[in-house]
């Protein structure tokens, strides 16, 4: 184990076939007063950014006899900027403030740097913020706004007072998001007074006018699911599918839709990240969603994968709590696995019942359903 800043591949690996889909598309143009212009394109695109998202597995360096050794994240978030302020008597006051790409952030966890145990939470501006074992401070409740440009800081922003054991230097300790509203529309990181107002999206064909129904979606209900999907296309939304797959470095283990109401239609997607390294999170993205894109929802969660241990055993199976395990999450074997099948299905609430239908990511953020089965 090193400290944090590491991750772990996952046991069980759940994968989705990738299908190839022909048909109609159309091209279509969302302004932002919400007029449309619509046209007919022929062949569905499944090649190039069409094609169904892939991650560069992180490089896994060898010990003797090939056995893997644990592995140095380089992938992170910039989601905050923060100031601490020494008060004296390893009393620190931190100020954090949004700078994050993904929309307004609900909750965040705070991880001091290795060696040093968080005493106690004197208080905080905003929310609420307690101990969460001596390892790390979490603050909830929060409401820190979005930036309308990362460039200009004007996020959302808010103060805790901490105490711990030792002194904490400028800069140390890792700070995460743990929940966030994402934004629909895309947060920029420059000025750019002439970028355009129109949103191109392209149409996805979604199989067979004829396909069976085995207790998923009827074909009118995929065509308009499908509808529903192709609305998120350039927003944040896309944008954050591909990148919260970086962040993980691991393609998503589920993506599923389901059905909520036919008048009007409403839907509910799914789509859980199980980490490739044990020092990154589970990340799930929550959305419901209409054919009118700008009145769903999506609500992004996270939770740390390691095991809960009380300090390192010979096998390392177990973690030391001063410290952020960086083994590769394959190497937790069954009760890791468990862990992720719960996490994956205790999120996903109703998702998975009828009728629905199983979706994969694609390279450019657009998500595409999947046949019936």
């Known amino acids: 184990m090193t400290p944090r800043g590491g991750h772990a591949k996952l046991a069980i690996v759940l ?81 954090v403030f949004n700078t994050s790409t993904l929309g307004a952030i609900n909750s965040f966890q705070w991880y001091p740097p290795p060696g040093v145990r968080v005493v106690k939470v004197v208080d905080s501006t905003a929310g609420r913020c307690r101990t969460a074992g001596p390892t790390n401070i979490v603050c909830d409740e929060l409401d820190l706004k979005a930036p309308s440009c990362t460039c200009l800081g004007d996020g959302g922003d808010m103060a805790f007072t901490f105490v711990t054991d030792k002194d904490v230097a400028v800069g140390e300790g890792d700070l995460r998001v743990r929940t966030a ?34 207790g998923g979606l009827d074909a009118d209900e995929r065509d308009d699911a499908q509808s529903a999907m192709d609305a998120l296309q350039s927003s944040n939304i896309s944008f954050q599918l591909v990148a919260i797959s970086r962040w993980v470095q691991s393609i998503p283990a589920a993506c599923r839709i389901r059905l909520v109401s036919r008048n009007p239609s409403k839907y509910k997607v799914y789509v859980f990240w199980s980490p490739s390294l044990a020092a990154n999170p589970y990340v799930w993205l929550d959305m419901n969603v209409t054919n009118d894109p700008r009145k769903g ?77």
């Open 181 to 214: 509203t994402l934004a629909f529309d895309r947060i920029p990181t420059y000025q750019n007074p002439s970028s355009p107002t129109v949103r191109h999206v392209m149409r996805i064909a979604t199989g067979a006018r004829d396909a069976v129904n085995r």
């Open 15 to 95: 994968t989705a076939c990738a299908v190839a889909v022909g048909g109609v598309i159309t091209a279509l143009a969302i302004t932002r007063n919400g007029h449309e212009r619509t046209a007919l394109a022929p062949n569905a695109p499944t090649t190039g950014q069409w094609t169904p998202l892939t991650v560069s597995a992180p490089k896994v360096p060898k010990s003797g006899e090939g056995i893997p050794v644990d592995v140095d994240p380089r992938i992170t978030r910039t989601d905050f900027s923060t100031t601490v302020s020494p008060l004296g008597a390893h009393r620190y006051q931190m100020t």
């Open 297 to 373: 929802t999506f609500l992004l969660g996270s939770a740390q994968p390691v095991l809960p241990g009380a300090g390192p055993s010979a096998n390392g199976r177990t973690v030391d709590q001063p410290s952020v395990d960086t083994t590769l999450l394959s190497r937790y074997g069954p009760e890791q696995a468990r862990k992720t099948r719960e996490i994956l299905v205790a999120h996903g609430g109703d998702v998975f019942a009828q009728p629905g239908a199983t979706c994969q990511v694609l390279k450019n953020g657009s998500l595409r359903l999947l046949p019936n089965r």
